[in-house]
């Protein structure tokens, strides 16, 4: 194990020795880091949180710290990351709330850029990108393959759906349809199909021509949300993308942006 001699490492972490622990890090009790970690300086982790194999945690990052909530008395909520996430500098990601669940939860490969905060009880799917300076409320769910853009905030309860892509500065209030580009110009909409988001990822042309008539019918017609999904319902061989795309739309609490 390779650790800095101004590093703090408390004895009852759980290390695997092939991490590597840089200058001024300090590591709490109730920590898990697994095989081939790296906090490269000035990372400061607390749990009870536990981290899988090869994370890297830049500069002034602050892991598994206790939640920004008024209710939390200190409660032993976790953290759970899972593997081959970078984390930049200054990212703040705080443990759950008893209230929400205890769990912030972080897939496999995402990337979390400089300025990120996740708050309490988010869970954050595999290969997501947050850019700089997204800040997620609390209880927030991004799904996998998702993007969302520089300085954007995110209310809390609020789903961003799979393959979406938030254009930087979008303020998001309601749901982020999967598959969607949502922008804000005057107002926050969704402009149609994270098109090239798709075809770098391998969906075929005909899935993407499934998902982008959906999309037309969502966005494009006069039908109102309810009547647009009764359309799509009743249309044979949607396929399992306009499947998810409706189960997203119906189990909405907060309403979707179009």
Known sequence: MSIHPTAIIDPAAKVHPSCKIGPYCTVGPNIELGEGCELISHVAVEGP???GA???FFPFSSIGLAPQDLSYRGEP???EIGDDNTIREFVTINRGTAKGGGLTRIGNRALIMAYCHVAHDCVIGDHVILANAATLGGHVIVEEWATVGALCPVHHFVRIGAHSFVGGGTTITRDVLPFSKTVAARDTHAYGLNATGLERRGFTKDRI??????YKVL?????NTSQALEKL???PDRGEDVEMLIRFIEASERGVIK
């Open 49 to 51: 949180s536990k981290i």
């Open 54 to 56: 090869r994370n890297r």
């Open 77 to 79: 909520t976790r953290l």
């Open 209 to 214: 021509r499934k998902i982008h008539h959906a």
């Open 219 to 223: 966005l494009a017609s006069k039908l």
């Open 233 to 235: 319902k009743s249309e």
